[in-house]
């Protein structure tokens, strides 16, 4: 015997309630079946709100009552065959009468009881079940309907009766043996001995089926909902989150208990007491198989699923008076059990200085109440400290029975958290090992769930989830190089990559999935205008666990947001070089930070584009080298410049190409003053671990000063021209000298230049072709004969690529 039981949503209308009944039809090829049913979706609350209504003397209760009515006999004319109809509406009609009645009765008193409520729900049950049970018959099903007050027996206690399971055993085996065909049971119903009706409380239709299960020794029962059976998380704020396929029965009483909403654990119990697997199913897609509870201590995975409750409140009760007192926890919880308040976390330390409980918001003021009543002479003098309160806070917890003897479980949540700037406030763990909990801040929630979900159930896959300012050249190379990679990242190195903000100078776009990179997205008038603030806040408030900012821009306002944007744990991977040449005290201060608060900061192409530069100098530095002198061709732009120069092509014209290729700063004067080289060299002395200073760098500017003066980057390109014979003229000087022109920066005992030098043939410079870089680093090491880095210093791909590659290392990081 299979018992399987419909919720309110499986037959909340005709179509659904078709698929129901294909279910049924499916079952029963196989199996004998007896059936649950709760009232229509919708029908139990109908009934409370025009009770609600009767009770405050408010007439409108019969109009919602006739739309009740006119919904069940809708039903009927829809489910029913039509020469059935006009029993099933009389019957209909008939309940109905009654309900007027009743109301009637409770709209003259202004009162509803307990036990006139339990009478008034039960007519949903008993009315969607009759039905029903008559529309299977109608389709060939032999079904017989079943009151389920004449086999559950229970207390008087209205709204929440306790069975009597000795009774009700004996009344359901003798009637299901005395009566035949498949029988539909009216879910959540129940009487007292005296034949008062009665209901089950809370999923009082899953408890009347495990009731059924467990006096006829079913096979198993099916729960059929609306979802696909107990998810690892709550789907709403973990998108990733997946059905569980198997749960011991203590594993999903922790679930539940925590929040997973598919069941309620003390409906469970009759099954679970019998040993009875229980299958939660989804009655719209019931090829799904669902999640399978029963007794089997099932160990593949370490945890089974994360849960979590919203709208919690912390009571801190503390001090001195506290401290090997005994009895004093003891009146704290006894305070807060006459209270009524339901307690879901205790965390007290071995100093016994303070008690910590997580309750539900709504009920803290009675708590805090109730606990300074009971302590109100130590709070007086003094022993203890008023009882704090702290809001907007949200329980997690961990699930599964595999954490029991297996060390790292707690380890890697707390890492998982502590990596996504994620305060916990409390945390408890029994010593069954088969959960553990946190309080956290309400508005950490989504992350926190996100990051555990991540670090427990797709460690082999991580998402990095990037938000992008600067969607130029480099900012466009780079999306492009994402989407071509996306793929083999997934597959390769079990990464995933989602950008979820753009933003240029103009405009910013976010996207909570993630934008589609196969379709570039551009943005444009219809955008929000870029607001740095409001983009910066806005990532903080996407709050996503594993968060990385890539800035390619070359901008200074962009730069100070960096402080802000660490802090909040989020990663950050640039090419712009305006932070770690400004003032020495920031780039200290950038680097610390990263460091205090667990996230990379990684600026590799800040200097010769993808080339590894940076990486080899802190390599060196750690490894304990010292660098005594950097001579470097640091700029792709300028060497680019300087050695087309030599093919006889006007100075104008060579920038203007060097801009075109992508070599240039957006504008090419900084390349030009020597700003540019000077950045990269006073960011190359700092990473040697040397206090420089901007300002203490002698720069060489190949500027014209009237083309400084320059409104725009097109008049600078105008009056440019005007200059080409000087630098033909100063490139014929070199040659006649048999040397060339490179643009170079040097460093050595604390003193840094760059300039235009004229270098001979044999110089290694003078062979740099193109957007080359070449750095020479001496060092105490590489003495005799520096070390040399050597290839391309600018352009769209090399960059791109090297911030990508640091984007990756992000990814790989926040694996670990
Ligand atoms: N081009 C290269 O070869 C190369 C090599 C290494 C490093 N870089 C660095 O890469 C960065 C980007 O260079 P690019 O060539 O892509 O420049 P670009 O001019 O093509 O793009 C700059 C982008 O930044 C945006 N932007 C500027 N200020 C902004 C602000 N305040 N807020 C939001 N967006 C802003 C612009 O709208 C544009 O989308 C620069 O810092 C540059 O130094 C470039
Ligand atoms: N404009 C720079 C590229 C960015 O570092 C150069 O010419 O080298």
Redesign the pocket.
């Known amino acids: 015997m299979k018992i399987i039981k419909f919720g309110g949503s499986s037959v909340a209308n005709s179509s659904t309630i078709q698929k129901v009944f294909d279910i049924i039809r499916d079952k029963l090829k196989s199996h004998e079946v007896a059936v649950v049913f709760s009232a229509f979706g919708g029908v139990t609350e109908n009934l409370f709100s025009i009770a609600e209504l009767a009770k405050k003397g408010d007439q409108t209760y019969r109009v919602l009552l006739q739309t009740l009515e006119e919904r069940h006999m809708n039903l009927v004319r829809e489910l029913i065959p039509v020469h059935q109809q006009s029993m099933v509406m009389t019957y209909v009609k008939v309940r109905f009468n009654e309900l007027e009645d009743l109301f009637h009765g409770i709209f003259l008193i202004k009162e509803s009881s307990p036990r006139t409520m339990d009478y008034v729900v039960s007519f949903g049950e008993r009315l969607s079940t009759f039905i029903l049970a008559e529309a299977l018959q109608g389709q060939g099903i032999k079904s017989q309907f079943v009151d389920a007050r004449e086999i559950i027996r229970t207390n008087g206690r209205f709204g929440q009766a306790k069975v009597d399971f000795e009774v009700t055993n004996a009344l359901i085996q003798k009637f299901f043996k005395e009566h035949d065909g498949m029988k539909v049971v009216t879910g959540f119903v129940a009487s007292t001995e005296k034949g008062e009706t009665t209901t089950l409380g809370r999923s009082g239709s899953d408890y009347t089926s495990a009731i059924l299960a467990a006096a006829l020794q079913a096979e198993d029962l099916e729960i059929w909902t609306d979802v696909s059976g107990v998810l690892t998380a709550d789907p709403k704020l973990v998108y990733t989150a997946f059905t569980i396929p198997q749960l011991s029965y203590n594993e999903a009483m922790e679930l539940s208990h925590f929040g997973a909403k598919v069941i309620f654990p003390a409906t469970m119990q009759p099954a679970m007491r019998r040993n009875i697997p229980i299958f939660i199913k989804n009655t719209f897609d019931p090829n799904n198989p669902g999640t399978l509870i029963n007794g089997d201590e099932n160990k593949q995975s370490l945890i089974k699923g994360i849960s979590s409750i919203s709208n919690i409140s912390m009571v801190t009760v503390e001090g001195a008076g506290l401290m090997e007192t005994i009895g004093a926890s003891s009146r704290v919880f006894k305070a807060l059990a006459e209270a009524k308040v339901n307690i879901l976390l205790i965390s007290q330390a071995s100093s016994e200085h303070s008690i910590c409980l997580a309750i539900k918001s709504d009920e803290s003021i009675g708590a805090k109440e109730a606990i300074e009543a009971e302590f109100h002479y130590e709070i007086k003098s003094g022993e203890m400290n008023e009882v704090k309160v702290q809001h907007d806070l949200a329980t997690i917890a961990v699930v599964g029975e595999n954490m029991k003897h297996n060390p790292g479980a707690s380890g890697r949540m707390f890492r998982a958290l502590g990596r996504n700037n994620i305060n916990v406030a409390a945390i408890a763990q029994g010593s069954s090992e088969l959960n553990i909990s946190a309080v956290i801040s309400h508005q950490d929630l989504q992350k926190a769930l996100n990051a555990l979900h991540e670090a427990f159930f797709l460690s082999e896959n991580k998402v990095l989830h990037v938000f992008l300012?600067?969607?130029?050249?480099?900012?466009k190379t780079l999306l492009g190089m994402i989407h071509r990679r996306q793929e083999k990242l997934h597959k390769a190195s079990e990464l995933d990559i989602q950008v979820h903000g753009l933003?240029?100078?103009?405009f910013m776009a976010f996207h909570e999935d993630g934008f589609d990179l196969a379709n570039p997205y551009e943005l444009s008038e219809t955008d929000a205008k870029?607001d740095?603030e409001k983009f910066v806040k806005q990532m903080e408030e996407m709050n996503f666990s594993n968060s990385v900012l890539v800035d390619?821009?070359?901008?200074q306002?962009?730069a100070d947001a960096y402080e802000r944007i660490l802090q909040a744990k989020v990663a950050i991977v640039t090419?712009?070089?305006k932070a770690n040449s400004s003032s020495l005290e920031i780039y200290k201060k950038l680097k610390g930070l990263a460091k205090k608060r667990g996230v990379k900061f990684l600026y590799e192409?800040n200097v010769a584009?993808g080339l590894p530069v940076i990486s080899t100098l802190q390599d060196l530095m750690l490894s304990g080298d010292n660098v005594i002198r950097i001579e470097a061709v640091l700029s792709?732009s300028m060497n680019y410049i300087f050695s087309e120069l030599e093919s006889g092509a006007p100075f104008s014209e060579v920038v203007k190409q060097a801009k075109l290729k992508?070599?240039t700063?957006?504008d090419p004067r900084d390349d030009l003053s020597g700003m540019d080289v000077a950045r990269k060299i006073l960011i190359l002395g700092r990473e040697a671990e040397q206090e420089l200073e901007f300002d203490a760098i002698e720069v060489q500017s190949m500027v014209p000063a009237d083309c400084q003066d320059a409104k725009s980057v097109d008049e600078f390109f105008e009056k440019l021209k005007g200059h080409d014979k000087e630098f033909a003229e100063l490139l014929a000087k070199a040659k006649e000298k048999g040397e060339r022109l490179r643009f170079m920066a040097t460093l050595e005992n604390g003193k840094a230049k760059v300039g235009l030098n004229s270098l001979p043939e044999s110089h290694p410079f003078s062979s740099l072709k193109g957007s080359d870089n070449m750095i020479l680093l001496t060092t105490e090491r590489y003495h005799d004969f520096p070390m040399i880095i050597r290839g391309p210093g600018?352009?769209?791909d090399v960059?791109a690529a090297g911030v990508f590659a640091d984007v990756i290392r992000i990814g790989n990081y926040t694996r670990e």
């Open positions: 300012i600067g969607t130029g050249l480099i900012g933003a240029n100078s103009r870029m740095l390619c821009t070359a901008s306002s962009v090419p712009n070089k192409t584009a792709g992508g070599y700063e957006p600018a352009g769209a960059t």
